[in-house]
Nanobody, 120 residues
């Protein structure tokens, strides 16, 4: 079971993008879902996490106020709205389902990510 992330692209600083995560089957609606990113030469980091119900969220300090994670369980979709993008946001973004936490270690079903590149 792999989650598919899409919606990345090449944008300029200050622009917005919305990433979507499509968990196959019931994986997404029955689990917390997180967005993670990894830039070349850097470790993977947790960007945002949303609980199964959507009532609890976590954001990395660097994206607070700019990114919003949300989910539509009826459509089995999870979104990451990214506003005011900065060059340091450039990375491959992945989504994964698992147990709600700030750590990527509690998430699995990693699939191919989507590249986000922000030019200055």
């Amino acid at each position: 079971v792999q989650l598919q992330a899409f919606g990345g692209g090449l944008v300029q600083a200050g622009d917005s993008l919305r990433l979507s995560c499509v968990p196959p089957g019931r994986a997404g609606s029955e689990s917390a879902v997180g967005w993670f990113r990894q830039a070349p030469g850097k470790e993977r980091e947790t960007v945002a996490v949303i609980s199964r119900s959507g009532g609890t969220t976590y954001y990395q300090d660097s994206v607070k106020g700019r990114f919003t994670i949300s989910r539509d369980n009826a459509k089995n979709l999870v979104y990451l709205q990214m506003n005011d993008l900065k060059p340091e946001d450039s990375a491959v973004y992945h989504c994964a389902a698992g147990v709600y936490s700030r750590s990527a270690s509690t998430f699995g079903s990693w699939g191919q990510g989507t590249q986000v590149t922000v030019s200055s």
